[in-house]
């Protein structure tokens, strides 16, 4: 997959500026676009799908009980799926995660028990045997996980999306912007993210007078960190909180296109953005053009500030 240039752009301060810009992102934007096209049809991403296969979407039950007993916890499986599905083992005295494990069994049509609670209920439904029942959820069971820090073996497939380049400058360029932005920015020591994966957050008030609040975790890499802190700046600028996933995963889309873009004007390699778009969308890349208006507004808009500081 072809990098992206790490030198940056300048546009001369001419009438023509607004019209260069918009012509220059939406080139951007078409490489973008193959660039995704062509992570999702890699060896790599496929791979790395496979692998993200075998882990589960946990209950939110079932989440705080791995980040109470674990707090560091990032990926989990059964002991089994460790060995036999992602060829690595379980080191010895580590400690099981605890967690619900859902209990699939015949099931009652009247009143939803398993053959055998069905037998010693009142409920007195006989109409089909229960060799016929379907099968449904009928209690919960304690099971042990371990996370992959407690395993040792074959090295699990990583997605490189983190952006490159020089961004000492630009992350306090960024952290000066925060105002005119009409946000409220927080850079997060490692040792108190309490966020789990995410690199960073956009939290929407409700309420007329308070700012959206962004907060990034704290990493070395100060360019990554940068693009991090336009992603979420693009969230505060363009969107509120959604609950439908399909549009959620496409607002996702269109912040890391911003930050693809603004971190591509100020210099830095941006190009890990074609993984991490590819593991988001379930259809084609056409979204980025469906949405490239709110995208350029929104990186032009972030550029325009920050330049300016």
Known sequence: MATTSNASVSFEETDTRSDEMNSTIEQWIDELVAGVDDAQ?????????????????????????????????????????????????????????????????????????SPSYHEQSDCDYDETPSEEWSKGLVGFKPTSVFDVSQTEGEPLPELETEATGDGEGLVPALTAAANDLGVTVEIVDPAEWDHGDAKGICKHRRTDNDRPVVEAK????????????????????????????????????EAEAVGYIVGRYFGLDTSGSAFYLAAWQDDDSAILQERLSRISSSAQEIIGVVAED
């Open 41 to 113: 049809a890699s060896e790599e991403f496929q791979e790395w799908l496979d692998v993200q296969s075998r882990f589960h979407d946990y209950s939110h039950r079932n989440t705080l009980l791995i980040k109470l007993q674990c707090p560091e916890a990032t990926k989990v499986a059964g002991y089994n799926t460790w060995r036999n599905d992602l060829d690595r083992h379980v080191q010895e005295g580590e400690q099981a995660i605890w967690i619900w494990a859902p209990i699939i069994a015949k099931q009652c049509p009247a009143c939803e028990n």
């Open 218 to 253: 704290a990493r070395e890499n100060q360019a990554d960190l940068a693009v991090t802190l336009v992603h979420e700046y693009a969230h505060a600028l363009l969107h509120d909180d959604v609950d439908d996933a399909t549009e959620r995963a496409k607002r996702e889309v």
